[in-house]
């Protein structure tokens, strides 16, 4: 632990490099509401926070700039309140989800889209697997003579479509009977417990069971929505980390294990190394489950630079997963 004046030290070194992305001398810091020391007195302590890991001087004649841990530090006994968020911000929280209708895909997506407005990171929304949603309606679409499409709407307000073969010789009639009888052998149903009767109609029977097959296969996947990576980018300087970045972003399968991992450890903030991608190290992530009935259905959060205004991130991404869970919970 710090003793006072050193943390006092730490945190406004952290927010003036927060707010500045500039190696933050102890002049300055002498001046900062709450030091009331010198600035040799300044300098000596952040020297001292440099040895033990807290601050590090990227260049000899400049000033000093937090690294991972003097961020942990801050993040865990320094940063305001999580429940400190602009008014504004949750009044522009609140209308988003009052207005938020129509398929479950666009709002996990719009959503994604208000994370990077409203802290300026990369946003990424893990929606709930469609597998445990009860089947609202089902049907079964023709597209040409030997396609159709397979389309599944689920009490989540998610939309599940899959593409399905047909035989050459597939009637309209026989399309149609197949259709009927799927919507009422699945309504009420789930895709994890998906399955219809036989009819005794063979051609029928056939449809049925691939389109079942075929619903079934979306079931697993994960509704994953990444928004605002070009403006975490302009957040470096260096080329090279910001090509690794979106590259990392782009890989959905990443970004997905990277918040599950952070939130099955009990974490709400990952720091540079901490959450274990190499190619996102000078990156955090602040993540927050998204609850319904006491069901842990996804997960919401910000990636952005290790010098993110964490308060504000933190605030403003479990405002936003309270209301999402929320609004999914309406159904």
Request: hydrophobic share 45%.
């Amino acid at each position: 632990m710090l003793d006072e004046r050193k943390a006092a030290i730490l945190s406004a070194v952290v927010q003036e490099y927060i707010a500045t992305a500039q190696p933050v001398g102890s002049s300055h810091i002498a001046t900062a509401s709450g030091i009331g020391v010198s600035s040799a007195t300044v300098r000596n302590e952040m020297a001292v926070l440099e040895q033990e890991g807290y601050l590090t001087q990227p260049h000899t004649s400049a000033g000093r700039i937090p690294t991972d841990k003097g961020y942990r530090f801050f993040v865990d006994h320094l940063a305001a309140p999580r429940t400190s968020i602009d008014t504004a911000v949750t009044r522009q929280v609140g209308d988003f989800f009052e207005a938020a209708h129509g398929r479950l895909e666009e709002m996990l997506h719009q959503t994604s889209d208000l994370l990077t407005r409203l802290t300026r990171n990369a946003a990424v929304v893990v929606g709930p697997k469609a597998e445990a949603a009860t089947i609202r309606s089902a049907q079964i679409v023709r597209l040409s003579s030997t396609a159709a499409t397979v389309v599944i709407v689920l009490g989540n307000g998610s939309v599940e479509s899959e593409l399905i073969e047909l035989g050459d010789d597939t009637s309209d009639v026989t399309l149609n009977a197949a259709s009927t009888h799927l919507a009422a052998q699945l309504a009420g149903s789930t895709l994890a417990a998906a399955g219809v009767s036989v009819t005794g109609d063979d051609a029928v029977d056939a449809i049925c069971t691939v389109a079942v097959d075929a619903a079934r296969g979306t079931a697993a996947d994960d509704h994953v929505y990444v928004g605002g990576a070009s403006t975490v980018a302009q957040a470096f300087d260096a080329v090279e980390v910001v090509r690794q970045v979106l590259h990392t972003l782009e890989q959905q399968f990443v970004v997905v294990s990277l918040v599950r991992d952070i939130v099955d450890r009990g974490m709400s903030v990952a720091i540079g190394v901490e959450h274990g991608v190499e190619p996102l190290s000078a990156c955090s992530v602040v993540v927050a489950p998204v609850v319904v009935d006491g069901e842990h259905l996804g997960s919401v959060g910000v990636l952005g630079p290790t010098r993110m205004n964490y308060p504000q991130a933190l605030a403003t991404v479990d405002i936003v997963s309270e209301r999402l869970g929320r609004r999914l919970g309406e159904g």
